[in-house]
């Protein structure tokens, strides 16, 4: 399972992907960000679903290894931002 700290950082810098621009609130912040929280979590869309958009969008493009690591490695730049 992918080891998120729950920062907030992915979701207060929606701007930076042109995926998130539905829930982005005008200032690269998504509207269901409370605090560093999702209030919609249990229901979030897929594109937030770390382990779910591997099995929809990259189970045969790379390793679950691999996609950790490139995930782990946007969060450790989103977090020097
Ligand atoms: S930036 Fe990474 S560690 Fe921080 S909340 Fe997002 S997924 Fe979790
Ligand atoms: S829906 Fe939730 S998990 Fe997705 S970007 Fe917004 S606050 Fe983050």
Known sequence: MFNCDMCGKC????????????LDDGTGK???????????????PLLCRIDESYD????????KEEYYRLNYEACEKLKKL
């Not at 979701?11 to 539905?22: G, K």
């Not at 998504?30 to 919609?40: A, D, F, H, P, V």
């Not at 929809?56 to 390793?63: D, P, S, V």
């Open 30 to 44: 998504c509207r269901y960000l409370e605090g560093n929280l999702c209030s919609i979590y249990e229901t979030r």
């Open 56 to 63: 929809a969008f990259f189970k045969g493009k790379m390793t």
């Open 11 to 22: 979701c207060q810098n929606l701007r930076l992907s042109p995926l998130y621009a539905e």
